[in-house]
């Protein structure tokens, strides 16, 4: 028996000792100081002016992370504010799913499209890059899902969504050789970003009560108690009843 408990306890050791060891492969990309994460955020809404050199990009995914989380309960914020009918629950995994989806995707996306175009860049770096210019699609959110103006919503797509994509798009030319290259690659980015915005304002909540509809059927009318009606007794009766009570007593 011992040398069978022996070797079941040496798997069990090399399992959590390989589990360590992959946890541990993705530490350095969490690695990072609120202070510099706070200055990564800022600095995601300055274009940068020197494209004659590449220039550098964070390798780190905690703060991009943290900005699809926080996209994500922007976008549950804004289903609650809305008109939106909301049944069965929230609507969280709609949510993770859009943000994910697009920062995943999207980063895939342009990453094939810069080895295509020869531009130096990695899939961190990618996905550094487009997580942190998802900063300017929070601020215009949250701002527009509050103050329900569409000339407001225009303003702050076109300056802060705007910075955002500027900012990408130049770290993207610095690191691109050729016009030719650089316009595929950088307007394919920046067309992606902008619409991303747009559709999260106006399309995304009649798209998932859409599929609510699809999914549980069309909106049904609230319940309500409606009293039974109760018969009218008879004079007849009441007399019957009346003298059978007096005789039993």
């Not at 407001?152 to 993207?172: C, D, H, K, N, P």
């Not at 999260?200 to 909540?205: I, Q, S, T």
């Amino acid at each position: 028996v011992s040398p069978q408990m022996w070797q079941v306890g040496k798997r069990q050791a090399s399992r959590a000792f390989s589990l360590y060891a992959n946890i541990d492969i993705l530490r350095p990309y969490f690695d990072v100081e609120p202070v510099q994460v706070r200055a990564r955020l800022l600095e995601s809404m300055i274009p940068v002016k020197m494209i004659n050199f590449p220039q550098k990009i964070a390798g780190e995914l905690y703060g991009p992370l943290m900005l699809v989380f926080t996209l994500v309960a922007i976008l549950l914020h804004g289903m609650k504010t809305s008109d939106t009918i909301i049944r069965e629950g929230t609507l969280m995994g709609t949510a993770i799913g859009t943000c994910f989806g697009y920062w995943l995707g999207v980063s895939s996306f342009i990453y094939f499209l810069a080895y295509l175009c020869n531009a130096q860049i990695t899939m961190v770096q990618m996905l550094s890059l487009l997580g942190y210019g998802l900063f300017g699609h929070c601020i215009t959110l949250f701002v527009t899902y509050n103050i329900h103006f569409h000339s407001l919503f225009y303003i702050f797509w076109l300056g802060v969504g705007g910075l955002s994509t500027l900012r990408m798009v130049a770290v993207l030319v610095s690191r691109t050789v050729g016009h030719t290259q650089r316009l595929i690659l950088c307007g394919t980015l920046a067309a992606l970003h902008m619409l991303f915005l747009l559709y999260l304002h106006f399309a995304y909540h009649k798209v998932v009560e859409g599929i609510l509809d699809t999914l549980e059927g069309p909106n049904m009318p609230p319940f309500q108690r409606v009293a039974r009606d109760i018969p009218v007794v008879s004079n007849a009766v009441s007399n019957t009843t009346a003298k059978a009570i007096a005789l039993t007593l």
